[in-house]
């Protein structure tokens, strides 16, 4: 048997031997194949940010529908409003799809919000953590009894070369690319914000990346499936349902911060069909809102975040 690599080399990938390198090999034999909506696998040592990437292998032809890049370490990932998301090499789960729906374009919203879904159940089975969604697709845990932020979830629309989409797919080479960011094993020295979190502090059963990371795409590949059966109908397909009971921003008070600058605050009352958070004020009022940074005020035991 071959020794494990000295855990005192820093330039080694085994310099941190708590953070074991993802086996490329051994998750595309897992997870990609005839049966199987991924149509490739890579993981990357490093890059600045595997949606840019991957949105760039679109376009150019080089990613097909179902592909996926994982990253061992991102020096420039983004978040949701263009916000920075970085953490030590091995850390975390830094991944980015590439699917194109074959559904109508105006239900195309939902896919982040499937992706939701299907992350929040899957790290509860594969970690064995409770966690929650802040809308539109922040995966919230508990922390010491606080709500914090340990993923998010960014998709972004892309020109896809001719031939990389299914041949029933008639999108007008369009696609999305799906990144999906999830602290790990951060531990509280390595937090980028008092607010964040990660599964290794809220109680993870185990911070093994490759059994996670296989839960999460075994997840949206269900979530998305169904979704697809259904012709994107988010009623029909259950992703309505499922993401309005994991939704920790409902029934609590809101400060909604609007594009432009303008700032609603009320009860968060429902997720209406086209994925907007419906917000009831003091004015007797429902308005929809389709974009936005959402606090959370008051509710759900009085947490803040």
Same mark, same amino acid.
């Given at each position: 048997?071959?020794?494990?690599?000295?855990?005192?080399?820093?330039?080694?990938?085994?310099?941190?031997?708590?953070?074991?390198?993802?086996?490329?090999?051994?998750?595309?034999?897992?997870?990609?194949?005839?049966?199987?909506?991924?149509?490739?696998?890579?993981?990357?040592?490093?890059?600045?940010?595997?949606? &840019?990437?991957?949105?760039?292998?679109?376009?150019?032809?080089?990613?097909?529908?179902?592909?996926?890049?994982?990253?061992?370490?991102?020096?420039?990932?983004?978040?949701?409003?263009?916000?920075?998301?970085?953490?030590?090499?091995?850390?975390?789960?830094? /991944?980015?799809?590439? /699917?194109?729906?074959?559904?109508?374009?105006?239900?195309?919203?939902? /896919?982040?919000?499937?992706?939701?879904?299907?992350?929040?159940?899957?790290?509860? %089975?594969?970690?064995?953590?409770?966690?929650?969604?802040?809308?539109?697709?922040?995966?919230?845990?508990?922390?010491?009894?606080?709500?914090?932020? &340990?993923?998010?979830?960014?998709?972004?629309? &892309?020109?896809?070369?001719?031939?990389?989409?299914?041949?029933?797919?008639?999108?007008?080479?369009?696609?999305?690319?799906?990144?999906?960011?999830?602290?790990?094993?951060?531990?509280?020295?390595?937090?980028?914000?008092?607010?964040?979190?990660?599964?290794?502090?809220?109680?993870?059963?185990?911070?093994? %990346?490759?059994?996670?990371?296989? @839960?999460?795409?075994?997840?949206?590949?269900?979530?998305?499936?169904?979704?697809?059966?259904?012709?994107?109908?988010?009623?029909?397909?259950?992703?309505?349902?499922?993401?309005? @009971? $994991?939704?920790?921003?409902?029934?609590?008070? /809101?400060?909604?911060?609007?594009?432009? $600058?303008?700032?609603? &605050? $009320?009860?968060?009352?429902?997720?209406?069909?086209?994925?907007?958070?419906?917000?009831?004020?003091?004015?007797?009022?429902?308005?929809?809102?389709?974009?936005?940074?959402?606090?959370?005020?008051? $509710?759900?035991?009085?947490?803040?975040?």
């Amino acid at each position: 048997m071959t020794p494990n690599p000295p855990a005192e080399n820093p330039g080694s990938r085994w310099s941190d031997l708590s953070r074991p390198p993802l086996n490329a090999a051994a998750l595309r034999r897992g997870l990609t194949g005839a049966d199987s909506m991924w149509t490739s696998l890579e993981v990357l040592e490093r890059t600045g940010s595997t949606n &840019t990437d991957l949105a760039a292998r679109a376009r150019e032809g080089s990613a097909r529908e179902g592909a996926v890049l994982v990253a061992e370490e991102q020096t420039a990932g983004r978040g949701r409003l263009e916000r920075g998301w970085s953490a030590p090499a091995r850390s975390g789960v830094f /991944v980015s799809v590439l /699917v194109v729906p074959p559904v109508p374009q105006e239900r195309w919203g939902w /896919v982040p919000l499937i992706a939701g879904v299907a992350t929040a159940s899957a790290l509860a %089975r594969a970690a064995g953590v409770d966690t929650k969604l802040k809308w539109p697709n922040d995966i919230l845990v508990d922390v010491e009894g606080e709500e914090r932020k &340990t993923g998010g979830i960014l998709a972004e629309r &892309t020109d896809v070369a001719p031939g990389a989409a299914s041949a029933e797919v008639g999108a007008g080479g369009a696609g999305i690319v799906l990144g999906i960011g999830l602290n790990v094993s951060l531990r509280a020295s390595e937090l980028p914000v008092p607010a964040a979190g990660s599964l290794l502090l809220a109680g993870a059963t185990g911070t093994d %990346r490759d059994p996670l990371l296989r @839960a999460v795409l075994r997840s949206f590949e269900d979530w998305y499936g169904r979704w697809v059966a259904a012709d994107g109908d988010p009623l029909a397909s259950g992703v309505l349902e499922a993401y309005a @009971a $994991g939704c920790a921003t409902l029934g609590r008070e /809101v400060r909604a911060e609007l594009p432009g $600058g303008e700032e609603l &605050t $009320g009860e968060a009352v429902a997720v209406d069909s086209d994925g907007r958070l419906v917000i009831g004020t003091d004015a007797g009022v429902q308005r929809p809102v389709a974009a936005g940074d959402i606090v959370h005020l008051r $509710g759900h035991g009085g947490a803040r975040s």
